[in-house]
């Protein structure tokens, strides 16, 4: 993302050597003399979605995927940018991509190929989409809809209205 000043600000996500979140760090690409600066406090933007990780500074929360060690599933978890443990926010067969909502209340969560729920941040979950295959999701930026590759349309793409789970498009 970018911050108010026009800098490019990028996020790295910090793993131990079987690639376990440990943090995230905040790089800022000056426009003006593209000096790069490692900030030392979270910057203030939105959450920017790489598909199996997110975070969001200005909520002061990062998001992973964590296969279980036992292969029951992958654990959507939720860091603290200031440290300690990751705690689970839902618990799926599988997962591939995860997606913070623009106001950083809810997480958009591709279960499978099939279907995208969505949890807030205190585990509450709902399904609002299935089809016979999906890929990328995407919120508005508003977060009202969420867009979803899906491979059952022509079009490729469902917009789906948060609220009712109705697919608009």
């Known amino acids: 993302g970018f911050d108010a000043d026009g800098a490019l600000v990028l996020r790295e996500r910090l793993t131990d050597a079987e690639q376990q979140t440990l943090g995230w760090r905040f790089l800022r690409i000056d426009p003006a003399t593209a000096k790069i600066e490692q900030l030392s406090v979270p910057p203030a933007i939105g959450p920017s979605t790489t598909g199996a990780d997110d975070v969001d500074p200005g909520i002061g929360i990062g998001l992973d995927l964590a296969p279980r060690d036992d292969g029951s599933g992958t654990d959507v978890r939720a860091w603290s940018l200031t440290g300690g443990s990751p705690r689970t926010l839902a618990t799926f067969d599988t997962v591939d991509t995860i997606a913070f909502d623009p106001g950083g209340r809810l997480v958009a969560i591709g279960a499978g190929d099939t279907s995208v729920v969505v949890a807030s ?48 498009h």
């Open 121 to 168: 941040l205190d585990g509450q979950e709902s399904s609002i989409w299935k089809g016979k295959g999906r890929g990328d999701i995407a919120w508005s930026t508003g977060g009202d809809y969420l867009g979803i590759n899906s491979w059952d349309r022509v079009s490729g793409i469902d917009v789906v209205e948060r609220s009712s789970g109705r697919v608009v």
